[in-house]
């Protein structure tokens, strides 16, 4: 069992910046890659980033050069540095942690941007 908990989301004018963090704890050492997802209402959930155990990279086109993902081994968590931050950024974000047999979701940080 792997448990996510997400802090750092808030409100932020355009072009600010905010940092989130989700802290894994649990049978950590089964997880592979983790990323940031981000569901606007009315709208499906997609990937933001994500990084691998060994620390490569991927990010969704809308947010690249803006948003950087790291993540930090021996403390178990991962962060999501976002900057330049747009209205249509305004999501609830929700990291996940991959395991070989499955996925572990936290329970969600709501970010909002004001124009």
């Not at 996510?4 to 409100?11: A, I, N, P, R, T």
């Not at 997880?31 to 997802?37: A, S, T, V």
């Not at 490569?56 to 803006?66: F, L, M, P, Q, W």
């Not at 070989?100 to 936290?106: F, H, K, M, P």
Request: charged share 15%.
């Amino acid at each position: 069992q792997v448990h996510l908990v997400e802090s750092g989301g808030g409100l932020v004018q355009a072009g600010g910046s905010l940092r989130l963090s989700c802290a894994a704890s649990g049978s950590v050492f089964r997880i592979n890659d983790m990323g940031w997802y981000r569901q606007a209402p009315g709208k499906q959930r997609d990937l933001v980033a994500v990084i691998t155990s060994g620390g490569s990279t991927n990010y969704a086109d809308s947010v690249k050069g803006r948003f950087t993902i790291s993540r930090d081994n021996a403390k178990n968590t991962v962060y999501l540095q976002m900057n330049s931050l747009k209205p249509e950024d305004t999501a609830v974000y929700y990291c996940k942690a991959d395991i070989v047999l499955g996925s572990y979701w936290g329970q969600g940080t709501q970010v909002t941007v004001s124009s």
